[in-house]
């Protein structure tokens, strides 16, 4: 079974500052994938970013990277120079192989705050 | 224009009353899934299918069917709602593939209330 963490429920940053959300993963599968979601106020759910559990490199997309540290079996998403516009709710998920990639697990989420 | 579509957005509804949520995607994925999103419970799945005519449950799929006749539609039933029913629902969908990089595309979410 798989199992995803986030222990942060909220977090607060000023604009401009980097900010990094946790996410611990628990599986026994021997390949995955790690995904971060955005989820502002209307509602909908924005994919952020990808991380496959043999990339070599951490995953990057703008001003979001991914801090992938396999041995610790954590994921956080770190977001470089908060905007107002980051608000939301963020959502760590993950899908293995031995459900056949056919399953996304995802986290309980973290809420963040940015402020002027 | 590649998308994911719930209807209706919003619904109330009474306990009891057979209700239909529909699902459609226009990118001729192989994957559909059903979840539900509950205030401090993150995204559980409810359904989920595979291709046409194959589905399986998820993590809560009590109260709760589906059907995949089609590629495109995958229709959420719930034949008897009740309260504890009462939350965000999202439809996604994706390729299907060996490999663990499949980004699933979600539709808007639909807000059900079950009185």
């Known amino acids: 079974a798989q199992k995803i963490t986030q222990t942060q429920p909220g977090m607060f940053v000023q604009e401009k500052e980097a900010v990094t959300l946790d996410c611990t993963y628990d599986t026994s599968d021997p390949s995955y994938g790690l995904f971060w979601y955005k989820q502002p106020s209307s509602g909908e759910m924005i994919f952020l970013i990808y991380q496959g559990s043999y990339d070599q490199q951490n995953a990057t997309e703008g001003r979001y990277s991914l801090n992938f540290q396999k041995a610790r079996k954590s994921a956080n998403l770190v977001i470089s120079a908060s905007q107002l516009g980051d608000s939301a709710m963020y959502f760590c998920a993950m899908r293995g192989m031995n459900s056949g990639y056919s399953t996304l697990t995802f986290g309980k989420g973290t809420m963040l705050l940015v402020s002027p | ?115």
């Open chain 2, 1 to 115: 224009e590649a998308q994911v579509t719930q209807n209706p957005r919003y619904l109330i509804t009474v306990t009891g009353k057979k209700l239909t949520v529909t699902c459609s995607q226009n990118m001729n994925h192989e994957y559909m899934s059903w979840y539900r999103q509950d205030p401090g419970l993150g995204l559980r799945q409810i359904y989920y299918s595979m291709n046409v005519e194959v589905t399986d449950k998820g993590d809560v799929p009590e109260g709760y069917k589906v059907s995949r006749k089609e590629k495109r539609n995958f229709p959420l039933i719930l034949e008897s709602p009740s309260p504890n029913q009462t939350s965000l629902y999202f439809c996604a969908s994706s390729y299907h593939s060996a490999n663990s990089y499949n980004e699933q595309f979600f539709g808007p979410g639909t807000r059900l209330t079950v009185l």
